[in-house]
């Protein structure tokens, strides 16, 4: 028999001990693993609880891009508008692109251009406080370059205030949609008010149905315009459709007070009733926009987001530099207004532009026409393409053109150092800077020899400017005259006002140079800022060229780079690749920092160049809206 042992007053064999233990280890597990469980129960209730849901409809257009490979689809995302003081922001994923919008937007729409592909989407409206925001995820598939239903209209009409017409639409294997299951509406495009209409299947067979469709339109006799479309469910997706009409074969008569969009495939009836105003043409200038409506003065005018509300009331100042002010524009879409009157156009416009980088962030502006209505889209980027610069810099002259010679010093070569300098330090500042020339070549090439066409040759130094996008230019100079005259000049645009240049002349001064003297003042703005002209009416330019306005800039590289605005028209002369002047153009200056021969300008330029381009670059970047960096 074991002799039983004894610990703290009391015995137990050995086994039972171990098996005690077990139990107890067990229990204790299932007791941590219980409080686990109603742990993450409780947290998973109350991550329900604190989680909002918000509800996002998304919709896909057919193709929007009649061209064979060359696709565009719109992706519209839509919600319930959100509680401002519970909602922080919106932030929505498409593949590898992030857009986040304000608490107050209700809708977003991005263009897809890569057809059969995949998209994820991801929407989440962030909370404020301790509250969870819930993403909603989907994915959606673009159709086939240049895939879209066939569809034709009938009998369009407007009778009693009820819009009707008969639409038929051709079946694929590839688009499957069920026909029950077509919804019509007709939208106010400016106030995004919607009105379904009631269908009826006429016919249906295996490759073709044929619909009528009866949609009141009473409610919305004061809207300008008015876009018919139709939603279908497409491949488990809902598909939002513009309602096409071949009007080079239908006649349509009795719409009442309205007339169809001219040139456009899609139906659109403008309201002949109300005022509006007509879009003829546009430039871009800088980073401002401006808008051609005929003879009309444009007075003001209103950029009006997705939710109806006006998110810029401003004057419409008529400088190149002026206009529609681009650059400190938030994210979003917004149809433009004029006078606070709607502009329509029947173009097709889909034109980009860049303004600068700043901070490391840019504005992308599309311009675009949708529905018989012009849009102006923004989007916060942080890089631009590798073709686009902020600024160029124009070292004046170069290769068989040497400018000014006086003592050591040729002009071309000075130019070209200062230009140096003032490119990187305006590099320094984030901005995305191009040179015309690195050496002392002219720079449309070497060989070039011919001084007045030279600069419209590809990467001539007016080229460059609509090659690469520019946005601001400074041609750089130094100056001669019989040695009587010293002191610097600045030279800006007759269309633009003298804020940039008289902010140069006053940073020149401060740097120790001063204003030309006045024995030759004319052409004279500002003090050390000048403006220098010809009179175009009854001029040659005229008989070549035609004249908008009374007087032109005398100094090509100025006129000549300022697009449509400054009435450029050599680059179309002398360059093959141009039929016509861009849409588009930049504000350029032309400086003469010095007289080179004149003794006491040689002596300061060699002593003091550097100073002058640093007062340049300061008075840019104040004028851009960029800090200074010394």
């Known amino acids: 028999m074991a002799m039983k042992k004894k610990y703290r007053s009391y015995s137990y064999y050995p086994s039972q001990r171990k098996k005690k233990i077990k139990i107890n280890k067990v229990r204790f ?99 404020k406080g301790l509250f969870f925001s819930k993403k909603v995820k989907d994915v ?91 939603r279908m469910e497409i491949n488990n997706h809902t598909l939002s459709i513009p309602v096409q009409v071949n009007k080079g074969s239908q006649v349509f008569k009795g719409l009442d007070g309205y007339e169809l969009l001219p040139q456009s495939d899609n139906l659109i009836l403008v309201n002949k009733d109300l005022p509006h105003l007509n879009y003829k043409n546009h430039q871009f200038y800088a980073e401002s926009l401006h808008l051609n409506i005929g003879t009309t003065d444009i007075l003001t005018y209103q950029l009006v987001d997705a939710s109806r509300n006006i998110i810029v009331d401003e004057a419409y100042l008529e400088g190149g530099n002026k206009a529609i002010e681009l650059a400190d524009l938030k994210e979003g879409n917004y149809v433009v207004k004029l006078n606070d009157l709607p502009l329509y156009t029947d173009e097709v416009l889909s034109e980009q532009w860049y303004c600068i980088l700043r901070n490391g962030v840019a504005n992308h502006v599309t311009l675009k026409s949708e529905n018989g209505l012009l849009y102006l889209i923004v989007r916060s980027v942080k890089e631009v393409p590798e073709d686009v610069y902020d600024i160029l810099i124009d070292p004046g002259h170069g290769g068989l053109d040497g400018g000014t010679v006086a003592g050591e010093l040729t002009e071309a070569n000075e130019a070209l150092k200062l230009s140096k300098y003032i490119a990187s330090r305006l590099e320094d500042h984030g901005l995305k800077v191009k040179l015309t020339r690195t050496e002392d070549v002219d720079p449309a090439g070497p060989g070039k020899s011919d001084y007045g066409k030279s600069p419209f040759y590809d990467e001539g130094r007016v080229e460059q400017v609509y090659r690469y996008q520019t946005k601001y230019m ?51 703005s500002s003090e050390g800022s000048y403006k220098k002209y010809f009179v175009c009416r009854g001029s040659s330019y005229e008989e070549k060229y035609g004249c908008l306005n009374d007087s032109l800039d005398y100094l090509y590289i100025i006129r000549e780079t300022g697009g449509a605005l400054s009435q450029s028209s050599e680059l179309v002369e002398h360059n093959n690749s141009y039929d016509s002047i861009p849409h588009y153009g930049s504000e350029t200056l032309l400086i003469e920092y010095a007289y080179l021969d004149n003794p006491k300008d040689y002596k300061e330029w060699i002593a003091d160049w550097k100073s002058w381009g640093e007062a340049v670059v300061k008075a840019t970047v104040e004028y851009l809206g960029v800090k200074y960096q010394k």
Not at 91 to 114: E, H, M, P, R, W
Not at 185 to 196: P, T
Not at 479 to 501: A, M, R
Not at 503 to 521: F, H, I, M, N, Y
């Open 140 to 230: 959606i598939r673009t159709f086939a370059d240049n895939e879209r239903i066939e569809q034709s209209i009938a009998d369009l009409k407007i009778k009693d205030h009820v819009l009707l017409f008969s639409h038929a639409l051709k079946k694929t294997k590839e688009m499957k949609f069920d026909s029950e299951e077509i919804r019509y509406e007709i939208i106010d495009v400016i106030n995004q008010s919607v009105i379904e209409g009631d269908v009826t299947i006429k016919s249906e067979d295996r490759e073709e149905v044929n619909l009528q469709v009866e949609i009141p339109i009473e409610k919305l006799v004061q809207a300008p315009v008015l876009a018919l479309r139709m």
């Open 474 to 524: 400074i041609s750089n100079h130094l100056n001669s005259f019989n040695e009587s005259l010293e002191g610097f000049e600045v030279y800006s645009s007759v269309i633009n006002d003298d804020d940039w240049s008289s902010r140069v002349s006053t940073a020149l001064k401060e740097a120790g140079q001063d204003p030309r003297d006045s024995v030759k003042s004319e052409f004279r």
């Open 29 to 127: 597990t299932l007791f941590i693993l219980s409080c686990l469980l109603i742990l993450s129960g409780i947290g998973f209730g109350l991550k329900l609880i604190l989680t909002d849901k918000v509800d996002v409809s998304l919709a896909l257009t057919d193709d929007l891009n009649p061209k064979e490979g060359e696709s565009l689809y719109r992706l519209s995302l839509s919600w319930e508008p959100l509680k401002k003081d519970a909602y922080k922001e919106i932030q929505i994923n498409i593949n590898d692109k992030s857009y986040v919008l304000d608490n107050t937007a209700t809708g977003f729409d991005v263009d897809l251009s890569a057809p059969n592909t995949d998209y994820k989407i991801t929407f989440q409206a962030r909370r």
